[in-house]
C-alpha cells in the first residue's frame, strides 16, 4: 500500500512539487524536463490562458456526492486523467516508466507510454494490476518503416489498448538549454524499446542536444494524412492523434479514422508562439463535433484546469511535467500524491461550483476574459 497520507513535509500542490524536484535532478534532467522551445512564449501561454477563463459556479446544487469517473474510448477512468507521454523518465527515478505506470493505475488514471521510454513496452506491460487500466503507446514514425512497424505490433502484443500518433514533431523544437547543456543520456540509460530492436540511441553532440540529433537523423518528416491509413492497417488498435491546433486538422483527423484527437503544443516544446492548447481546445470540440473524443494537454497544474478544460468539452486531460516531478522526489509514491491532489482540487471545485458528477461541468460555467 502506497502512503500519500497527509504530511507536513510532503508539497501541497504541484507549483511546490517543481521547486522541490529541482534538487533531486541533474541540472541536465532538469532543464530537459522544464524546458520550452526558443523563448518559451508557449511555454508561458499554456499557464498564462488557464488564468485568463473565468468560472460562473452554480448556487444551491445538493454536492454531497461527487463522481469523477469518466470514459475514454470505452475504458472507465476514476478521474479525468491520463498521464502524457514523456520520454526518458529513469532520469528522474530509477524505476521511471515502470513506477509511473503502477502509480497511475493505483490513482485509476490513464498512461501513455513515450516511443523514446527508459523502460520498455513489455517492462511497462508487467506491470499491469488491473487489466482495466488505460494504457496507450505513443508512437514516432522512423524512416525506417520496419522499425516503426514493429513498435506497433510489439504494443499490440504486450496489451496496450491505443496507438497515440503524435503529429507536431516532424522535426524537434529547439530547446536551448537542452543545445547548451548538449543533452545526452547519463550512461547506463537508453532508449529502451529501440536499443534492444535496433541499437539506435541517443548520440553525444558536440553543441547540440543529441535527441535533436537524433530526430533529425532518425524520424521521419515526411509523415502526412496518407500514412494513418497504412498506420491503421498495421495493428487493430484505434488510432489517438496527438499534437493538433487547428480545426481543419481535428476534423481531417476524424475523417480519416482517429479514435480521439489530443489538442496539444507538446507543453511549448515544440513551435514556439504556437497557440496555448487550452484556446485551441473550444474550435477542435465544435470541428470534430463527437466525431472523436478530445483530450487535451499543456499547462494544467491545478484541478480548477481540468475543471475548465472539461467545461470547453474535452473528454479528459492529460498532464506532463508534475507527474515527472513527483517522480523525481519520490517515485511511485510521488506519482500517486500528484495525482491525488489533483483529484482532491478538482473534487472540491466540481462542489463549489454545483457539478456532482463529470457530465454536470457544461460551458454555462466558462467565461473567457481577453483582457
Ligand atoms: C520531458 C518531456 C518529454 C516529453 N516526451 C514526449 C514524447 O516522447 N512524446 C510525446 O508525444 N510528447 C512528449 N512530451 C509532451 C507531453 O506528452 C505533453 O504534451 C506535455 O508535456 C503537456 O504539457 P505539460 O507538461 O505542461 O503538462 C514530453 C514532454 C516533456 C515535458
Redesign the pocket.
Known amino acids: 500500500m502506497i502512503n500519500t497520507a497527509n504530511h507536513p513535509l510532503l508539497p501541497i500542490n504541484l507549483f511546490e512539487y517543481e521547486q522541490r524536484a529541482k534538487s533531486h535532478l541533474s541540472q541536465m534532467a532538469f532543464d ?4 520550452g522551445a526558443w523563448d518559451e512564449v508557449t ?1 508561458r501561454d ?2 498564462t490562458a488557464f488564468d485568463r477563463i473565468k468560472l460562473l459556479p452554480r448556487m444551491l446544487v445538493d454536492v454531497s456526492k461527487r463522481d469523477l469517473k469518466v470514459t475514454v474510448l470505452g475504458q472507465t477512468l476514476q478521474l479525468p486523467l491520463i498521464v ?5 523518465q529513469c532520469l528522474a527515478h530509477e524505476s521511471g516508466e515502470v513506477a509511473t505506470a503502477k502509480a497511475a493505475a493505483y490513482s485509476g488514471a490513464g498512461m ?1 507510454l ?4 527508459t523502460k520498455s513496452i513489455e517492462e511497462v506491460a508487467a506491470t499491469n494490476n488491473s487489466t482495466d487500466s488505460l494504457r496507450w503507446f ?1 508512437l ?1 514514425i522512423h524512416k525506417d518503416k520496419g522499425l516503426t512497424r514493429a513498435l506497433v505490433e510489439r504494443a499490440f502484443a504486450a496489451g496496450y489498448k491505443a496507438l ?1 500518433l ?1 503529429v ?2 516532424p522535426m524537434l523544437g529547439q530547446r536551448e538549454r537542452d543545445k547548451r547543456n548538449e543533452f545526452v543520456l547519463p550512461s547506463g540509460l537508453h532508449l529502451a524499446n529501440l536499443t534492444n530492436m535496433s541499437g539506435l540511441d541517443i548520440p553525444h553532440y558536440s553543441g547540440e542536444s543529441g535527441l535533436f540529433a537524433y530526430f533529425a537523423e532518425q524520424l521521419s518528416p515526411s509523415v502526412t494524412w496518407h500514412d494513418l491509413e497504412w498506420l491503421q492497417s498495421l495493428s487493430p488498435l484505434p488510432l489517438v492523434v ?2 493538433i491546433l487547428r480545426a481543419d486538422d481535428a476534423a481531417n483527423a476524424a475523417k480519416c479514422g482517429a479514435k480521439a484527437i ?1 489538442v ?6 515544440q513551435l514556439d508562439s504556437a497557440i496555448a ?1 487550452i484556446e485551441a481546445l473550444p474550435d477542435i470540440v465544435a470541428a470534430v463535433d463527437n466525431d472523436a473524443a478530445v483530450l487535451v ?5 491545478r484541478g480548477v484546469d481540468i475543471l475548465k478544460a472539461l467545461a470547453y468539452g474535452a473528454d479528459c486531460v ?7 516531478w513527483g517522480l523525481a522526489l519520490n517515485g511511485e509514491a510521488g506519482v500517486v500524491h500528484v495525482i491525488e491532489l489533483l483529484r482532491a482540487e478538482l473534487d472540491l471545485a466540481m462542489a463549489l461550483s454545483g457539478c456532482t458528477c463529470i457530465q454536470d461541468i457544461d460551458s454555462s460555467l466558462v467565461r473567457y476574459n481577453h483582457s
Not at 297 to 301: K, L, P, Q, Y
Not at 318 to 323: D, K, V
Open positions: 530537459y524536463y522544464s524546458s511555454l499554456n499557464r502524457a507521454p514523456m520520454a526518458f501513455i513515450s516511443t523514446l521510454s505513443q514516432y497515440c503524435t507536431d514533431a496527438k499534437g489530443i496539444s503544443n507538446h507543453g511549448g516544446r492548447s494537454d499543456g499547462g494544467i497544474r492529460l498532464i506532463g511535467r508534475p507527474i515527472l
